[in-house]
């Protein structure tokens, strides 16, 4: 029902906004920043248009550098508009590979330059793995969700997966742990009531903090932090 209402208040942008990210996927090969306003213009109507109000903490925390990668917890699909909304810096964005071909997706996945990962398959995956850390040693900027899948248990997180920090750790790059509050819910709820989504940027980890930690240590403490965020803010 949210995102029926999202698509009728705003049917008269939805043509000229599609058309827009699909161009920023077709003519900007290597040049990101177009296909990022786009893909924020777009969440900013839609979430306005479905009685949803963001509230973010934490912006201050976000490094002034490019060449990081955000570590949220994962509640579904609606977790990537989240960012597109509230972060005033481009970025791209690993994804399972059964969802790139989902309209809108698949032309945000071209204009973010973001990447497709087959969790079936371990070369696939380091391979994507490998790519991120390049492009994020060069100045990118990534969000990986390390839990793998999304929790199905409202704001309780599943186990962060080791592997998905090994970029990090091939990048030298900041850590940032991103805290999201009840992002399942509106597209979950099959409901149109006003709703409250809630982002924290956490303080970043920086290369020398966990530069001496196993990929495994990192995911626990990464998981250790969101987890007091939301406790503290839910």
């Known amino acids: 029902m949210r995102i029926a209402l999202m698509v009728i208040r705003k049917l008269y942008l939805v043509p000229y906004m599609f058309f827009k990210l699909w161009l920023a996927g077709k003519r900007y090969e290597g040049d990101y920043m177009p296909g990022f306003l786009a893909a924020k213009k777009i969440s900013t ?34 977790d990537v508009l989240t960012f597109f909304y509230s972060c005033p810096k481009p970025f791209a964005f690993v994804i399972k590979k059964e969802a790139q071909n989902i309209i809108l997706l698949k032309q945000t996945i071209a204009a973010t330059g973001s990447l497709p990962m087959d969790r079936e398959d371990i070369r696939q995956s380091m391979q994507v793995i490998n790519q991120v850390a390049k492009e994020v040693a060069s100045g990118r900027n990534y969000i990986i969700f390390a839990e793998g899948h999304r929790s ?42 006003p709703i409250t989504v809630k982002l924290i940027y956490l303080k970043p980890m920086y290369y020398e903090e966990y530069r001496d930690m196993k990929s495994s240590d990192i995911a626990v403490e990464v998981k250790r932090r969101i987890e007091e965020a939301i406790e503290q803010y839910e």
């Open 45 to 78: 109507h839609g979430i306005q248009a479905g009685n949803i109000t963001i509230e973010v903490h934490g912006v201050e925390n976000i490094p002034k550098e490019d060449g990081f990668i955000f570590y949220p917890n994962h509640q579904g699909l609606f």
């Open 152 to 193: 199905r248990e409202g704001n309780k997180l599943l186990d962060f997966k080791g592997g998905s920090f090994k970029a990090a750790q091939k990048a030298k790059c900041p850590i940032v742990p991103c805290a999201l509050i009840n992002s399942f819910v509106p597209f979950d709820e099959n409901s149109i009531r």
